[in-house]
């Protein structure tokens, strides 16, 4: 049954995110090993490769695997870093993640999202994944600065929260617009209150719920 999964991975890599333009070897291999089937529902378990976003549960969705490999290929991961995720929603892009950073806070703010996501790292011997369940337009302000952030969830404008829990030459990746489309937005951080700017171009999220980012 794994080969089934393991072919089709393969095809999702070489069509979906090779084909578009993802080069970094590191984000390859983990987009190439990570059983992205096993987080959404087994129901679902024949669309999981398919080139379009799927429905987890609350409103929530996964985002479609080239979205995941294009993120975490802006942040530019080298394997010693400390990311901070905001949103951790079915668990996938936190698991793509933790096969190249060093270790990954992620923060999601549904309780049942955030324990389904972990017993799937915790089966997948992800142990150096931390969750925490708050705001995460807050940020978590006790284990930054990060050498990246990422956020996968829609904001109107960068949360300072997390501009400020950037490390130098950090970088923030985030989808910023209204609640219809967005730009995909790199924030570097260049020095203390010095940032530049980047824009990759249209993007569609849910909404980036919180203090510093959209009312319920």
């Avoid at 996501?117 to 089966?123: G, L, P, V, Y």
């Avoid at 904001?155 to 030459?169: D, S, T, W």
């Avoid at 990746?173 to 700017?197: C, H, M, W």
């Amino acid at each position: 049954m794994m080969n089934q999964y393991q072919s089709k991975r393969q095809l999702m890599v070489e069509t979906q995110i090779v084909a578009r333009g993802v080069t970094d070897r590191r984000v390859i291999n983990a987009m190439l090993k990570v059983p992205r089937h096993l987080f959404v529902d087994e129901a679902l378990w024949p669309e999981a490769y398919e080139d379009h976003p799927l429905p987890i549960g609350e409103k929530q969705t996964i985002s479609q695997p080239y979205i995941v490999a294009l993120m975490t290929e802006l942040l530019r991961l080298t394997g010693k870093e400390k990311v901070l995720e905001i949103g951790t929603g079915s668990g996938y892009q936190c698991a793509v993640l933790a096969e190249i950073a060093d270790m990954v806070y992620t923060i999601e703010r549904i309780p049942a999202i955030a324990k389904r996501a972990r017993k799937i790292f915790d089966q997948l011997k992800y142990s150096n994944v931390i969750i925490h369940i708050g705001d995460g337009t807050l940020g978590w302000k006790e284990h930054s600065p990060y050498d990246g952030i990422i956020v996968t969830a829609a904001a109107p404008h960068p949360p300072k929260a997390l501009l400020e829990q950037l490390a130098i030459g950090g970088r923030l990746v985030i989808p910023i617009g209204n609640e219809f489309s967005q730009d995909l937005i790199i924030f570097t951080r260049e020095a203390k209150d010095s940032y530049t700017e980047e824009n990759y171009g249209g993007c569609r999220f849910v909404k980036l719920i919180g203090e510093q980012g959209w009312r319920e």
